[in-house]
């Protein structure tokens, strides 16, 4: 039997939305900034970087569900969501700080192996927190507007934690490493020195909103669950269609801003070029976290007036594979201007920010799904498995990154001597550009393709059958 459930305050609101802030700043600096921190900064290799970061999602594929268990099973006075948010917010802020500080004096196989232990580490940690936050959504609402409301609530702010990684990290690196650099010291360790600064900065913010997250939000209703072992909730999930079906489409959206994410700065930096290049990639980023919040805060609630969730959908991975051409287009001319760079920049932050809503959305439904169908309410399996899947979806696309950045020579063995020149991008032959520019808009455009193609053919949770399985279970 569920319990009786009362709207959320504003106050809770914004709380949750604080902590989604908090959580995806840590998240997206994470995602983006790993691969070209280690590789391009410290001196390990792409391919090395690139065998981690895939492997550590290998490890996720049976860490993150074995978490959903326990915290399904967890009964504590404080509830069994919260005590694993504040555990995993701490230890993963202490991994954060040592997986970005990495020690100068380290090197080879030492430095790879420190590379691979703090970034595991980072997963496990990450997963901890997660997981219990996500899966609040279902046990604090009920399906419709409410659920709905929460989830664009979060995945907004979320959003926003993304877009300020996003927007000022290059620059605090630089102002961080100026400040803090050493007389001699060269671009690299300047750069290595602003990281490390910056993510105590990022750490210490993160630790606080989660704070203020578990302090004020309250566990107002728990469905009661039987817990499953871990043969079942694989067969639970099997056996929930629609998850499956979101879950795929999740890997795909997410593989393919992925990997525009983990290439971009080098695109900037090798390709692009100039003297100031953060300073060109800094402006890039501000505009598309800017159209990123504006998209989750403003279209899609806009849109949602107009249209169904899933047409939106539909109309985001459109908006977005128009956007990758328009890439790979402007990218074969003569790129002078940064400002050309914003019209395929819009469609792309502006419909991924949208995504980002939607595909939560779309997951909430299907813990309703499994329940009418399954008999079972697997709220924190189910988000175990998003945590995975996005965690997965870095994984692929900074593999495919790492790959690249071999083949192409962009990597920090071929760069070393353009330390010592203005223009960074004076080292970089025109096939490598070439190939760069490709794998940053080609690929993500098939990704998306598919994406659109399966989830036409597969998902069946219209508002119409969400608002009926709502109204099934109320019955129950």
């Known amino acids: 039997m569920m319990e009786e459930k009362r709207s959320l ?16 700043m840590v998240y997206m600096l994470s995602a983006s900034y790993v691969l070209y921190y ?23 594929a049976f860490n993150d569900p074995i978490m959903g268990v326990i915290v399904a099973k967890t009964r504590t006075r404080w ?83 993304s877009a300020i990684i996003t927007i000022i990290t290059m620059i605090s690196v630089h102002a961080l490493g100026a400040r803090f ?28 909103f989660i704070v203020l997250t578990c302090v004020n939000i309250r566990e107002k209703s728990t469905v009661d669950m039987q817990t499953a072992s871990i043969g079942q909730m694989f067969r639970a999930l099997v056996q929930n269609d629609q998850t499956m079906t979101v879950v795929v489409a999740i890997v795909l959206i997410n593989t393919a801003m992925y990997i525009t994410s983990n290439l971009v700065i080098y695109f900037f930096k090798y390709d692009f070029g100039g003297t100031g290049w953060y300073n060109s990639y800094t402006l890039f980023s501000t505009f598309g976290g800017g159209i990123q919040i ?17 047409r939106i959908f539909f109309i985001c991975l459109t908006m977005e594979m ?24 819009f469609f792309i932050f502006a419909a991924s920010g949208m995504l980002n ?10 813990v309703d799904y499994g329940q009418l169908k399954n008999g079972r309410r697997d709220e924190s399996v189910v988000f175990s498995m998003q945590t995975f899947v996005v965690k997965l979806a870095s994984g692929v696309a900074a593999l495919i990154a790492s790959i690249a950045l071999s083949i192409f020579s962009l990597s920090n063995e071929a760069t070393t001597e353009a330390q010592q020149t203005v223009d960074f991008s004076e080292s970089v032959s025109a096939a490598s550009k070439a190939g760069l520019r490709m794998t940053m808009t080609i ?3 098939i990704g998306l393709f598919v994406a659109f193609f399966w989830f036409r053919n597969k998902y069946i949770l219209t508002d119409e059958k969400v608002a009926e399985i709502a109204e099934q279970l109320k019955a129950e």
């Open 294 to 310: 504006l998209a989750m805060m403003l279209f899609y609630p806009l849109l949602r007036k107009f249209a169904t969730s899933i």
């Open 443 to 445: 690929l993500p455009i």
């Open 9 to 24: 305050t504003g106050k809770e609101k914004a709380s949750y939305g604080l902590g989604a802030v908090g959580k995806d």
């Open 181 to 208: 650099a050493k007389e001699g010291d060269n671009a690299q360790m300047l750069e290595r020195i602003g990281f490390k600064y910056f993510t105590i900065i990022v750490a210490i913010l993160f630790v606080v």
């Open 38 to 60: 280690f590789q391009d900064i410290c001196g390990v290799s792409a391919v090395a970087m690139g065998i981690i970061l895939m492997a550590a999602r290998v490890f996720d």
């Open 357 to 366: 809503v939607l595909t939560t959305v779309f997951l909430a439904n299907t």
């Open 79 to 161: 509830g069994k969501f919260r005590p694993w948010l504040m555990i995993g917010t701490v230890t993963n802020a202490i991994v954060l700080c040592l997986m970005f500080a990495a020690p100068p004096s380290m090197s080879g196989s030492g430095l790879v192996a420190y590379a691979a232990i703090t970034y595991i580490l980072w997963g496990v940690t990450y997963t901890m927190m997660d997981i219990p936050y996500w899966s609040m959504i279902p046990a604090f609402t009920e399906g419709g507007s409410e659920r709905e409301g929460l989830t664009t609530l979060a995945r907004s702010c979320a959003g926003v934690g």
């Open 322 to 345: 128009i956007g990758y051409a328009v890439l790979l287009v402007l990218a074969f001319t003569s790129m002078s201007n940064v400002f050309l760079l914003f019209i395929p920049g």
